[in-house]
Protein backbone atom coordinates (compact mmCIF):
# COMPACT_ATOMS: atom_id res chain seq x y z
CA UNK A 1 0.00 0.00 0.00
CA UNK A 2 1.64 3.23 -1.20
CA UNK A 3 0.97 6.22 1.76
CA UNK A 4 0.81 10.06 0.80
CA UNK A 5 3.33 11.57 -0.85
CA UNK A 6 4.18 15.08 -1.79
CA UNK A 7 6.62 17.10 -3.95
CA UNK A 8 8.48 19.00 -3.86
CA UNK A 9 10.14 18.49 -0.35
CA UNK A 10 11.15 21.84 -0.33
CA UNK A 11 11.18 25.07 -1.98
CA UNK A 12 12.29 28.68 -2.05
CA UNK A 13 10.49 31.47 -3.58
CA UNK A 14 9.93 35.26 -3.36
CA UNK A 15 7.04 37.35 -2.64
CA UNK A 16 4.15 38.26 -5.19
CA UNK A 17 5.40 34.95 -6.30
CA UNK A 18 3.03 32.30 -7.11
CA UNK A 19 3.63 28.31 -5.70
CA UNK A 20 2.18 24.84 -7.06
CA UNK A 21 2.28 22.33 -4.54
CA UNK A 22 1.18 18.54 -5.52
CA UNK A 23 0.14 15.62 -3.42
CA UNK A 24 -0.74 11.62 -4.09
CA UNK A 25 -3.52 10.53 -1.91
CA UNK A 26 -2.93 7.04 -0.57
CA UNK A 27 -4.47 4.28 -2.76
CA UNK A 28 -8.17 3.36 -1.80
CA UNK A 29 -8.84 7.15 -0.73
CA UNK A 30 -11.12 9.69 -2.34
CA UNK A 31 -10.79 12.74 -0.43
CA UNK A 32 -7.42 14.82 0.14
CA UNK A 33 -7.11 17.93 3.01
CA UNK A 34 -4.47 20.63 2.83
CA UNK A 35 -2.89 21.85 5.98
CA UNK A 36 -0.44 24.91 6.53
CA UNK A 37 1.48 24.65 9.67
CA UNK A 38 3.52 27.55 10.73
CA UNK A 39 6.82 27.24 12.99
CA UNK A 40 5.67 26.18 16.40
CA UNK A 41 1.75 25.50 15.87
CA UNK A 42 -0.18 22.78 15.25
CA UNK A 43 -1.45 22.15 11.14
CA UNK A 44 -4.52 24.35 10.25
CA UNK A 45 -7.13 23.41 7.84
CA UNK A 46 -6.90 25.69 4.06
CA UNK A 47 -9.56 23.04 2.07
CA UNK A 48 -10.69 19.56 1.68
CA UNK A 49 -11.28 17.93 -1.68
CA UNK A 50 -13.40 14.63 -2.54
CA UNK A 51 -14.12 13.37 -5.49
CA UNK A 52 -12.81 16.45 -7.63
CA UNK A 53 -15.12 18.86 -5.43
CA UNK A 54 -14.18 21.38 -2.91
CA UNK A 55 -15.88 20.12 0.55
CA UNK A 56 -14.93 22.81 3.04
CA UNK A 57 -12.29 25.59 3.13
CA UNK A 58 -11.01 27.35 5.72
CA UNK A 59 -10.36 30.55 6.90
CA UNK A 60 -7.66 31.14 4.21
CA UNK A 61 -8.16 34.20 1.44
CA UNK A 62 -9.14 33.07 -2.50
CA UNK A 63 -5.38 33.22 -3.57
CA UNK A 64 -5.53 29.94 -2.21
CA UNK A 65 -6.50 27.83 -4.55
CA UNK A 66 -6.87 24.01 -5.17
CA UNK A 67 -7.50 21.09 -7.28
CA UNK A 68 -8.79 17.26 -7.66
CA UNK A 69 -7.48 15.31 -10.46
CA UNK A 70 -9.56 12.04 -11.18
CA UNK A 71 -6.49 10.29 -9.72
CA UNK A 72 -7.78 11.85 -6.50
CA UNK A 73 -4.42 13.16 -6.59
CA UNK A 74 -4.30 17.05 -5.46
CA UNK A 75 -2.61 20.11 -5.82
CA UNK A 76 -2.62 23.75 -3.49
CA UNK A 77 -1.82 26.64 -5.29
CA UNK A 78 -0.91 29.85 -3.62
CA UNK A 79 -0.67 33.00 -5.74
CA UNK A 80 0.61 36.92 -4.79
CA UNK A 81 3.20 34.87 -2.01
CA UNK A 82 3.69 37.04 0.66
CA UNK A 83 6.03 36.60 4.11
CA UNK A 84 4.04 34.82 6.06
CA UNK A 85 2.84 32.29 3.77
CA UNK A 86 5.89 30.65 4.69
CA UNK A 87 5.02 27.19 6.44
CA UNK A 88 4.92 23.70 6.01
CA UNK A 89 2.26 22.31 4.09
CA UNK A 90 0.37 19.37 4.68
CA UNK A 91 -1.32 16.86 2.47
CA UNK A 92 -3.59 14.35 4.13
CA UNK A 93 -6.08 11.56 2.73
CA UNK A 94 -8.77 9.80 3.79
CA UNK A 95 -11.48 7.32 2.56
CA UNK A 96 -14.11 10.36 3.11
CA UNK A 97 -15.75 8.56 6.09
CA UNK A 98 -17.68 11.81 7.27
CA UNK A 99 -19.80 12.37 3.71
CA UNK A 100 -21.03 8.89 4.60
CA UNK A 101 -22.05 10.20 8.35
CA UNK A 102 -18.82 8.54 9.80
CA UNK A 103 -15.32 9.42 11.29
CA UNK A 104 -12.74 10.07 8.79
CA UNK A 105 -9.15 9.04 10.05
CA UNK A 106 -7.14 11.55 7.65
CA UNK A 107 -3.24 9.85 6.71
CA UNK A 108 -0.72 12.97 6.06
CA UNK A 109 1.96 13.24 3.22
CA UNK A 110 5.17 14.04 5.30
CA UNK A 111 4.84 17.59 4.01
CA UNK A 112 6.52 20.44 1.49
CA UNK A 113 8.48 23.26 3.16
CA UNK A 114 7.74 26.44 1.73
CA UNK A 115 10.27 29.65 2.20
CA UNK A 116 9.00 32.55 0.94
CA UNK A 117 11.53 35.85 1.01
CA UNK B 1 -10.17 31.51 18.72
CA UNK B 2 -7.68 28.23 19.85
CA UNK B 3 -11.20 25.47 19.95
CA UNK B 4 -8.32 22.77 20.61
CA UNK B 5 -5.92 23.56 23.30
CA UNK B 6 -3.13 21.89 24.36
CA UNK B 7 -1.76 23.34 27.38
CA UNK B 8 1.39 21.95 28.21
CA UNK B 9 3.99 22.73 25.65
CA UNK B 10 6.87 19.87 26.59
CA UNK B 11 6.54 16.53 29.20
CA UNK B 12 9.48 14.87 30.20
CA UNK B 13 8.89 11.09 31.15
CA UNK B 14 11.31 8.33 32.26
CA UNK B 15 11.40 5.72 30.20
CA UNK B 16 8.97 2.72 31.56
CA UNK B 17 6.55 4.99 33.24
CA UNK B 18 3.09 6.54 32.37
CA UNK B 19 3.26 9.56 29.64
CA UNK B 20 -0.16 11.78 29.82
CA UNK B 21 -0.95 14.08 27.34
CA UNK B 22 -3.76 16.29 28.02
CA UNK B 23 -6.05 18.50 25.84
CA UNK B 24 -9.02 20.56 25.99
CA UNK B 25 -11.28 21.39 23.44
CA UNK B 26 -14.37 24.42 23.53
CA UNK B 27 -16.93 23.10 20.90
CA UNK B 28 -19.88 20.71 21.80
CA UNK B 29 -20.24 20.12 18.05
CA UNK B 30 -16.68 18.28 17.92
CA UNK B 31 -18.05 14.60 17.41
CA UNK B 32 -14.96 12.41 16.27
CA UNK B 33 -11.21 13.39 18.03
CA UNK B 34 -7.93 11.73 16.59
CA UNK B 35 -4.17 12.16 18.05
CA UNK B 36 -1.25 12.31 16.00
CA UNK B 37 2.37 12.04 16.54
CA UNK B 38 4.96 13.99 14.64
CA UNK B 39 8.92 13.41 14.32
CA UNK B 40 11.05 16.47 12.85
CA UNK B 41 10.71 16.55 9.22
CA UNK B 42 7.82 14.31 8.77
CA UNK B 43 4.38 14.64 8.33
CA UNK B 44 1.79 13.53 11.46
CA UNK B 45 1.57 10.50 11.96
CA UNK B 46 -2.30 8.89 13.12
CA UNK B 47 -1.94 7.17 16.44
CA UNK B 48 -5.15 6.52 17.98
CA UNK B 49 -8.93 8.24 17.64
CA UNK B 50 -12.30 8.11 19.62
CA UNK B 51 -15.57 8.27 18.66
CA UNK B 52 -17.72 11.19 20.46
CA UNK B 53 -20.23 8.09 21.48
CA UNK B 54 -17.09 6.85 23.49
CA UNK B 55 -15.19 7.19 26.23
CA UNK B 56 -12.41 5.20 25.90
CA UNK B 57 -10.28 3.07 23.34
CA UNK B 58 -7.53 1.35 23.11
CA UNK B 59 -4.87 0.30 21.53
CA UNK B 60 -1.94 -1.79 22.46
CA UNK B 61 -0.15 0.68 24.84
CA UNK B 62 -2.04 3.97 23.61
CA UNK B 63 -5.34 4.63 25.66
CA UNK B 64 -7.49 7.47 24.65
CA UNK B 65 -10.36 8.90 27.24
CA UNK B 66 -12.63 10.99 26.70
CA UNK B 67 -14.88 13.41 29.10
CA UNK B 68 -17.64 14.95 27.40
CA UNK B 69 -18.90 16.87 30.20
CA UNK B 70 -15.47 18.13 30.82
CA UNK B 71 -14.80 18.68 27.55
CA UNK B 72 -10.91 17.05 28.01
CA UNK B 73 -9.14 14.45 25.87
CA UNK B 74 -6.05 12.44 27.09
CA UNK B 75 -3.16 9.94 25.62
CA UNK B 76 -1.81 7.90 27.97
CA UNK B 77 1.24 5.96 26.58
CA UNK B 78 2.09 2.94 29.04
CA UNK B 79 5.01 1.94 29.46
CA UNK B 80 6.70 4.60 27.59
CA UNK B 81 9.30 4.12 25.18
CA UNK B 82 12.57 6.43 23.95
CA UNK B 83 11.62 6.05 20.56
CA UNK B 84 8.28 7.73 21.63
CA UNK B 85 9.78 10.97 22.15
CA UNK B 86 7.92 13.77 19.24
CA UNK B 87 5.20 16.18 18.79
CA UNK B 88 2.25 14.87 19.87
CA UNK B 89 -1.08 17.12 18.64
CA UNK B 90 -4.78 16.14 19.07
CA UNK B 91 -6.99 17.00 16.51
CA UNK B 92 -10.97 17.27 16.65
CA UNK B 93 -13.72 16.29 13.63
CA UNK B 94 -16.30 19.37 14.03
CA UNK B 95 -20.09 16.97 13.41
CA UNK B 96 -20.98 17.41 9.61
CA UNK B 97 -18.21 20.12 8.50
CA UNK B 98 -16.68 18.12 5.77
CA UNK B 99 -13.85 16.48 7.75
CA UNK B 100 -12.09 19.70 8.32
CA UNK B 101 -9.95 18.70 11.54
CA UNK B 102 -9.08 21.15 13.87
CA UNK B 103 -5.78 20.89 16.26
CA UNK B 104 -3.99 21.46 18.91
CA UNK B 105 -0.63 23.31 19.60
CA UNK B 106 0.93 20.01 19.97
CA UNK B 107 3.20 18.97 23.45
CA UNK B 108 6.39 17.88 22.83
CA UNK B 109 7.07 14.72 24.70
CA UNK B 110 10.56 13.40 25.91
CA UNK B 111 11.16 10.11 26.95
CA UNK B 112 14.38 9.58 29.17
CA UNK B 113 16.22 6.75 29.36
Known amino acids: ETGVTQSPTHLIKTRGQQVTLRCSSQ?????VSWYQQALGQGPQFIFQYYREEENGRGNFPPRFSGLQFPNYSSELNVNALELDDSALYLCASSSGGTLRGGPDTQYFGPGTRLTVL | DQQVKQNSPSLSVQEGRISILNCDYT??????FLWYKKYPAEGPTFLIS?????DKNEDGRFTVFLNKSAKHLSLHIVPSQPGDSAVYFC????????????FGQGTELSVKP
Open chain 2, 27 to 32: NSMFDY
Open chain 2, 91 to 102: AASPYNQGGKLI
Open chain 1, 27 to 31: SGHNT
Open chain 2, 50 to 54: ISSIK
